[in-house]
C-alpha cells in the first residue's frame, strides 16, 4: 500500500468512476484499476462495487476511504514542514472572526504582521463563533477569533480580547448625564438588539425579569448599523466599549456602566492542537502572543456583579 495507490482509490471513490478517475489523473483505466486490485488484495477485501453505472465504496472501501484521507493529509503536511525549514513565510492564511472583531480587534495585529511578514496573504472568513469553530473543527481555516469562553479539548484557546460592555446613549439623551444606569433603567427604554449570537443570549438573560415589557426598537445583525440608529434616536444598546470609542470621542454617543453588573465580552485565538501548524500560522500565532495585552478592564468587587459574555 503506498500513497500513490491510496490516490487513485480516492479518485475513484470521489468520481465513482474508474475511467474518470483516469482522466484526471493523466492515467490510463487499466493502471488505476490495477492499483485498485493491488490494494483489495492487500486488505483482502472488495473496496468497490461495480455491479452498477456507479462504482460504489463496500464497507471495506468507507473504512479505507477514511484512513486513506488522513494517510494522505499526514503526507502533505510532512512535505509541508520540511519544505518550510529555514524558509521566510509566504502563501495564504485563512482566519475566521465576525465583522466587529475585523474592525476593532484585529487592524493592529494585522498591521504588525503585514510588516513582519508581507508575503503572507490573509483570507477572512466572517460569520458567528459557533461557524468559526466549526470551520476550524473541519479544518477549513488555520485560526479562529471566537468568543469566550468554550470547552473544546482538541483546541488551544489565546486570550487576546477582553473589554467592558455598556449602555450606550445618543448625547441628548435623558440617561446620557447619569454616571451609572441600573439593569431596570434600561429596560424600560426602547432597545435596539443584536438580532442573533451569544450577546443576544446574555442580553436576554439579563432582562428575563422585564421580557414582558421590554420595547424593541430594532433587531439588527451588524455593530456598526446598531451603533448608527442609536445615535439616530432609535434606542439604545448594550455594546463593547472598544467598539464605540470613535463615537464618543466625536460626541456622538455616550456609555454609561451598568450599576451592580459588569459584563466583559472576552475574545481567544483558536486553533487545533492536533494539527499540522503552517508557517504563516506559526508566526502569526507568534506575533498574537507577543502583542496581545491581557490586562482585564474593569476588575470586580466583591459587591459588583461579573458576567462573561458568551
Given amino acids: 500500500m503506498d ?3 491510496l ?12 475511467s474518470r478517475a483516469a482522466e484526471k489523473m493523466f492515467r ?12 483489495e488484495q492487500e486488505c483482502g477485501e472488495k473496496l468497490f462495487d461495480r455491479s452498477g453505472k456507479k462504482v460504489l465504496l463496500t464497507p471495506a472501501g468507507e473504512i479505507l476511504c477514511r484512513y486513506a484521507e488522513k494517510l494522505l493529509a499526514l503526507q502533505k503536511e510532512a512535505v509541508q514542514a520540511i519544505a518550510e525549514l529555514n524558509q521566510t513565510p509566504r502563501g495564504k492564511l485563512y482566519i475566521g472572526a465576525n465583522e466587529a472583531t475585523c474592525l476593532y480587534v484585529l487592524p493592529k495585529t494585522f498591521a504588525r ?15 458567528f463563533s459557533h461557524k468559526i469553530l466549526q ?14 469562553p468554550l470547552t473544546a479539548h482538541n483546541l488551544e484557546v489565546i486570550s487576546v480580547f477582553r473589554d467592558e460592555v455598556q449602555v ?24 435596539i ?31 456598526e448599523t446598531i451603533k448608527k440608529f442609536v445615535g439616530a434616536g432609535l ?36 486553533y487545533r492542537r492536533d494539527r499540522y501548524q503552517s508557517l504563516p500560522t506559526k508566526v502569526f500565532i507568534e506575533v498574537v502572543r507577543e502583542s496581545t495585552q491581557t490586562a482585564n478592564s474593569g476588575a470586580s468587587s466583591t459587591k459588583t456583579n461579573t458576567m462573561t459574555i458568551r
Fill in 3 to 5: 500513497y500513490d495507490q
Fill in 7 to 18: 490516490g487513485s482509490f480516492l479518485e475513484v471513490a470521489k468520481l465513482q468512476s474508474f
Fill in 28 to 39: 490510463t483505466q487499466p493502471a488505476i484499476s490495477a492499483q485498485v486490485r493491488l490494494l
Fill in 113 to 127: 504582521f503585514k510588516h513582519l511578514y508581507p508575503l503572507v496573504q490573509i483570507s477572512i472568513y466572517r460569520n
Fill in 135 to 148: 470551520k476550524v473543527q473541519e479544518g477549513a481555516v488555520d485560526l479562529g477569533i471566537v468568543t469566550l
Fill in 168 to 191: 450606550v446613549v445618543p448625547k441628548t439623551h435623558p440617561l446620557a448625564k447619569n454616571k451609572s444606569v441600573t439593569v431596570e433603567e434600561f429596560a424600560h427604554h426602547p432597545l
Fill in 193 to 223: 438588539l443584536p438580532k442573533t449570537g451569544h450577546t443576544r443570549v446574555v442580553i436576554d438573560r439579563l432582562l428575563r425579569a422585564y421580557r414582558y415589557d421590554l420595547q424593541i426598537s430594532m433587531e439588527l445583525a451588524s455593530v
Fill in 235 to 270: 434606542g439604545i444598546s448594550l455594546i463593547s466599549r472598544t467598539y464605540v470609542q470613535s463615537e464618543v470621542t466625536a460626541g456622538v454617543l455616550k456609555l454609561i456602566p451598568l450599576e451592580g453588573q459588569k459584563l466583559y465580552r472576552e475574545l481567544g485565538l483558536v
